[in-house]
């Protein structure tokens, strides 16, 4: 199940869960919270795994990779929220797509440690989420803007997105939402624009990445 405890913890420590497939950052932080007092430390390797060290219930804050083998986008978010309660829920993975992370943040998630935050500031952070704040980097949740256009996707355009990354063509997308052909090609571009993409493809492939699909 790829779960292991790296902590015995004590009643009043602050026990993280840390969701993530990427061993050795996973390590080093849980290395790090394993050696400054008051910490008990468990790590999870998939989805599956982390819901699984969930079910015993104990901890305080999760650090969930998006990544992981199993995780689906929001859906799987927000089950890990929900089976996380009351322990507070963090992101903890590369860019996000400012309109996931709103959406992620509607779910009850409280924020999100970017993997490129330096180890030493990871405590500090992490007392603060444990306290019932959230922590959203200003530079993570504004930086892209200085590439790309800030405007999220209308629900129109996902549903265009989705099916396409379903394989469908514009014909059967149009069909699928009463429109015209030429409507979707215009929303396609929208969705390129936005995402920066060449083509519908690379739109895809962004999406994913992002975890917008």
Excluded: W
């Excluded at 969930?54 to 995780?71: N, Q, T």
């Excluded at 379903?166 to 929208?190: F, P, Q």
């Excluded at 083509?199 to 992002?210: Q, T, Y």
Aim: contains cysteine; proline residues 3%; glycine residues 6%.
């Amino acid at each position: 199940m790829n779960m292991s405890l790296m902590s015995q913890s004590s009643d009043d420590s602050l026990n993280v869960l840390i969701g993530d497939d990427h061993r050795l950052l996973g390590e080093a932080v849980a290395n790090l919270l394993k050696t400054s007092a008051g910490y008990g430390v468990a790590t999870a390797e998939s989805y599956e795994a982390t819901l699984a060290a969930l079910a015993g219930g104990g901890f305080d804050v999760v650090l969930l990779d998006l990544k992981m083998p199993g995780m689906n986008g929001l859906t799987s978010v927000k089950q890990v929220v929900d089976k996380a309660a009351p322990a507070r829920v963090v992101l903890f993975t590369g860019q996000v797509d400012r309109h996931f992370l709103n959406s992620a943040l509607e779910f009850g998630v409280r924020g999100l440690i970017p993997k490129t935050m330096p180890l030493q500031s990871l405590l500090s952070v992490i007392q603060l989420i444990a306290s019932g704040q959230v922590f959203v980097p200003m530079q993570d949740s504004d930086s892209r803007s200085q590439t790309q256009s800030d405007a999220p996707l209308t629900e129109k355009e996902h549903f265009v997105l989705s099916r396409a990354a379903e394989g469908l063509t514009n014909k059967e997308i149009a069909r699928d939402m009463a429109i015209s052909e030429v409507s979707v090609k215009m929303h396609m571009r929208a969705i390129c624009r936005k995402l920066d993409a060449r083509n519908r493809a690379h739109a895809v492939m962004i999406s994913r990445e992002r975890a917008l699909l």
